[in-house]
């Protein structure tokens, strides 16, 4: 039996316009403290947050469609991680792992073993944040191969600090001024089924990739290709079946290390415990954080134990990587996902939603593509008659639909993706009531 939220009743509810009186004398506040270069996509301010909905300071109750960027995929307050989280708070708060270590490390430790694609042996080391477990792939991968030269797609998202903001594809809003960014970072195309030329298979993109990878850089100077299995926040794209598969058997031949960033994709979210295996691909490392521990800042790196256990004692860690309360938490959010078989559960909606978005696609011309797998589902928009984006629209529609209550976010490197990100928890009822609001915000900007 799923838990899909028992303490705040499961249904939307307005009962200010949106944002509200205090969520607007928040943001008023807001603009006197906080650094303007931190943006928030929704102007309503959370009070509370179970299941599939957000209650604002107002007591609008929302249904989330976006899991505050895939991270609650096991609800905001699921009671076995808010028990975990309390329990462990009560023991300790912080030792550091490096100077007095503790079980609960290794618990998720031995548990990303079992769970990550593969079963060689396999080692983990733990973070704070997506950009760190990215940050530190390619530290090991580098050490290990002894080789320099990175390799990321088109597209791609793998973080905000310096090294992240090399591979990270758009300018706008992450790049642009903030560098001069990490050297020997290399870009080459994706597969980008809607926007490659008609007919291009997996294989052939790949071959594409790999063409221009050992003509710029050549094979033996890369120490790791970097590739979201699904792209996140470029814009929820599927690569064609193949694409990953020639990329990795290339890398393995090579001696380059395959680095999967599944932060986005990872954990549950697309129906599998990571994209990776839809295509039966074992990455060398793969990168988690979001969805790891139900909200609670963790981040990992897991893979084989030669490459990992290559890095000297020392070379790898961090102040709060690995944090005993944030382990506690993942260790929860692992036994509800397995328990309540949320990778079941992420098929399942998919199951509902993908045939309602297809259904949208065939009536509006401005949805020019539907993606995605389990619970990490897109529309891309665009101008109709052809592809050119529409990046507009998709700011509209997700204005219009938080005017009734849903918060949906948008991707995409030309900005034009609405993303759909639910809790796996999201009752069917609430899920639907959000796609109907969805689908009426498109039906009345979208023609
Ligand atoms: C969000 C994200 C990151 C960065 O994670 P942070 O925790 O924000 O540093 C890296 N890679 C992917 C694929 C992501 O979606």
Known sequence: MTYSGQRLPQKRSLVTALPGPRSEALTARRDRVVAAGVGSSVPVYAADADGGVIVDVDGNSLIDLGSGIAVTGVGASHPAVAAAIAEQAARFTHTCFMVTPYEGYVRVAEELAELTPGDHAKRTALFNSGAEAVENAIKVARLATGRSAVVAFDHAYHGRTNLTLALTAKAMPYKAHFGPFAPDIHRVPMSYPYRDPAGLTGAQAAARAIEQIERQIGADSVAAVVIEPIQGEGGFIVPAPGFLPALADWATAHGVVFIADEVQTGLARTGAWFASAHEGVVPDIVTMAKGIAGGMPLAAITGRAELLDAVHAGGLGGTYGGNPVACAA?????????????????????????????????????????????????????????????????????????????????????????????PLVIGDDLLSDGLDVLAQALRTHGR
């Not at 401005?366 to 891309?380: F, H, I, P």
């Not at 938080?402 to 991707?411: P, R």
């Not at 995409?412 to 609405?418: D, H, P, T």
Request: proline share 6%.
């Open 330 to 422: 993942a260790l929860a959010t692992l036994e509800v996902m397995r328990t309540e078989d949320l990778p079941a559960r992420a098929r399942r909606i998919e199951e509902i939603a993908r045939p309602r978005l297809s259904a949208l696609a065939g009536e509006l011309a401005v949805v020019g593509d539907v993606r995605g797998r389990g619970a990490m589902l897109a529309l891309e928009l665009v101008e109709p008659g052809g592809a050119d984006p529409a990046p507009a629209l998709a700011k509209t529609v997700a204005a219009e639909a938080l005017s009734h209550g849903v918060v949906v976010l948008t991707c995409g490197s030309y900005g034009n993706v609405i993303r759909l990100l639910p």
